[in-house]
């Protein structure tokens, strides 16, 4: 992201500033920049080392995060509820890549409802410093440590929440100093209201496919290029059906998978039109590699989130009973 926004610089075309871009890239310097603007109040240590890690518990407390500075989807993030859980963190992890340690943000259940993951992602298209927000996706709840189990459009929040977490983040993109281009932002729903997780210079992980043959016909590949292009990128229409994408992840003591069995169960499941299989014997599934761990995604469309719950459940029970990992 750096590089392009150096080229977009030197070729005169719209995109995020270098700085803009060194900003979302690095997750240190963008609670700094979140913190200066008034935006959010969020701790961030840097550091490198064991000992700093030590130190920079110290200063915040625990609860907290420990993850990599510049990396993606959960890779080595580690929940820190202990000094126990801070020294397996520490061991065999090489902190010198540059790491950061945060206060933990605590969800609160009842924003989204208790059977829905504690927080959202926010789809933005940005042009000439007008925030144009395209979607609010809801989440299933994370498992162990940070894994991604699954979104849906649209989210389960009332009308008050939902203008809260839109106000966030224009305010988080405009602190940010985002001019130009497409956006995720993560946010979490906590008992004080929402809270920045993070905000990328991209649109977020596998949408293409979530809505693209679906119902809604909405292509984001069109959007992002509209975006990039200035031209006003196509709204979301309206739907009154649910759309989803459920991740499948392995158990956490996992290491290698041997077969997935009960892919062809997953297919045929009601409200399921597409099942991508991304683990393939051998595949390495240990949790320190994040929602990469995935070995399955499935998509779909069901009426009301009431008809989500059962397909989920359904999803996980099918391929959980047919796991084989050494």
Partial sequence: MLR???????????????????????KTAQRQRLRESGVEDTVSVPVLSAEEVAEAIEEIGLPAVLK????????????????DDVTQAVTGTDLSSGYTVETMLRGEPSVAGPQWGDYVSVESSVIEGVVQHLLVCGKTPLT?????????????????AHTAVL???TRALRALEVTHGSTHT??????????????????????YWMFSDGQTGWDVARVTLQTALGLPPDPMP??????????????VDAVSLV???GIDAVRALPGVRRVDVRGQPGKDVGWRNGTSTQVAL???????????LPVIEAFHAELAASYRYV
């Fill in 186 to 207: 993560e946010i979490k729903l906590t008992a004080d209201g929402p809270r920045i997780i993070e905000v990328n210079g991209r649109l977020g992980g596998h949408p």
């Fill in 298 to 308: 499935g998509y779909g469309t069901v009426p009301d989130h009431a008809a989500l």
């Fill in 68 to 83: 990599p500075r510049q990396g993606t989807a959960g890779r080595n993030t580690f929940r820190l509820h202990t000094q």
């Fill in 238 to 251: 309206d739907t009154s059906e649910v759309t989803y994408l459920l991740r499948a992840q392995p158990p």
């Fill in 4 to 26: 392009t926004a150096e080229l977009a610089q030197m070729l005169g075309l719209r995109f995020l500033s270098p700085d803009t871009a060194r900003w979302i890239r690095d």
């Fill in 144 to 160: 162990y440590p940070f894994r991604e189990t699954g979104q849906f459009f649209p989210a389960t929040l009332d009308a008050e």
């Fill in 167 to 169: 106000d966030l983040t």
């Fill in 259 to 261: 077969g997935l069995p």
